[in-house]
């Protein structure tokens, strides 16, 4: 008998910025083998990055500034306006820096903030670089939606590491409730249908370090590949998904996997 979960949409963010904090959406219009709209669409280089700004194609993430290696950037909040692509840089909640990521001033304006934010060295001497037309700035070269369960994070927390995990370690697209934790590992090619817009699940997605980094302090405050592979033999948490069919989802939409 096949069996139907239903799921609910608890939140939905996007990373206009890659290595940068999430913009929270309340809709979000899915078209097929794309990501959500401005998703990683920008990324920030460092001076031992191999990125030729003159010529932009996907790169791994070691060429960009990331939590993994840039914890710092934790402290920082942001907002995005997708209508003039100008995105605030915020500092305990307060506004540090602002400028369109489509212009080359705004562009200097929020690359002079990072400068000063961040310290000296490889890593250093930041650059604001867009991805090419149809591509993203993801961890990997697909154009994938993340799909995180919370109950697999709140049995993460309490099972094993026995304290608070914030679930924006995961850096999610789709934050999911209603189903028992761990479920999504068992959803690899089945499809999720929220409304019209149909996703298919990929595969699971591996953790690295960055997840180490609390949110909104950039410290360094567990180990949580670790505690992954200890505690339930894998290091995975959420899944990717192909958009296959287009539409818009909100937060608050349920959704069915078979």
């Not at 310290?119 to 799909?147: H, L």
């Not at 999720?192 to 591996?206: H, N, R, T």
């Amino acid at each position: 008998m096949l069996h139907i979960m239903t799921i609910t949409i608890n939140d939905i963010c996007r990373y206009p910025v890659k290595g940068l904090a999430a913009d929270f959406m309340d809709e979000a219009n899915l078209e097929p083998d794309r990501g959500l709209p401005f998703d990683r669409k920008w990324g920030v280089i460092h001076a031992a990055s191999s990125v030729d700004p003159a010529a932009v194609e996907w790169a791994a993430k070691k060429n960009f500034l990331m939590l993994a290696k840039d914890e710092k950037l934790a402290v920082l909040g942001l907002s995005f306006d997708e209508e003039t692509r100008t995105v605030t840089i915020l500092r305990k909640n307060r506004p540090v820096s602002k400028g369109r990521l489509d212009d080359v001033m705004g562009r200097n304006i929020l690359q002079t903030f990072l400068s000063g934010f961040m310290p000296t060295g490889p890593r250093s001497r930041p650059r604001i670089v867009e991805a090419p037309k149809g591509s993203s700035f993801q961890d990997v070269p697909n154009k994938w939606v993340s799909i995180i369960n919370l109950n697999s994070v709140k049995d993460l927390e309490s099972r094993v590491i026995r304290k608070t995990v914030d679930p924006q370690r995961f850096r999610g697209n789709l934050y999911i409730e209603g189903l028992d934790a761990w479920a999504e590992n068992d959803w690899i090619g089945k499809t999720m249908s929220i409304g019209d817009v149909q996703l298919e699940i990929i595969e699971p997605i591996g953790r690295c370090s960055a997840t180490n980094v609390e949110p909104g302090t950039g410290t360094i405050d567990m180990n949580v590949p670790l505690s992954l592979r200890q505690g339930f033999d894998h290091m995975n948490m959420g899944v990717y998904a192909r958009v296959i069919s287009n539409g818009t989802i909100h937060k608050g939409d349920e959704a069915l996997v078979e």
